[in-house]
């Protein structure tokens, strides 16, 4: 029996980061089933219907931020345990301190 295929939900609002982090999956030899988000608020629709194994968390987006969308996601039973790592630019120490707050792995 083959198994199922690990989801990587990547939530993006910027085409040029996405195809980076798309080239980066493939590149990884595994085997992902990647899905896509324009923005926090979609991220979570998608993220409560599938189930990802991990998610990949732009922070500044239109809609809602992805700051928001984790704080979203963990305060949900179905979302909370999904492991999700910010991919920004922000760097500061309380940007950082934010997303640990948040729950972010990274």
Request: include cysteine.
């Amino acid at each position: 029996m083959e198994s199922a295929k690990p989801k990587v939900l990547v939530a993006d609002d910027e085409k040029s980061n996405l195809q980076v982090i798309l080239k980066i999956l493939e590149e990884s030899g595994e085997n992902y089933e990647v899905l896509i988000a324009p923005n926090g608020k979609i991220a979570c629709e998608i993220a409560s219907e599938e189930l990802p194994d991990v998610i990949l968390m732009d922070w500044i987006m239109p809609v809602m931020h992805g700051i928001d969308a984790v704080k979203k996601l963990k305060a949900d039973e179905r979302t909370k345990d999904i492991p999700v790592l910010m991919v920004t630019t922000l760097s500061s120490s309380e940007d950082l301190e934010e997303a640990l707050q948040a729950w972010c792995v990274d």
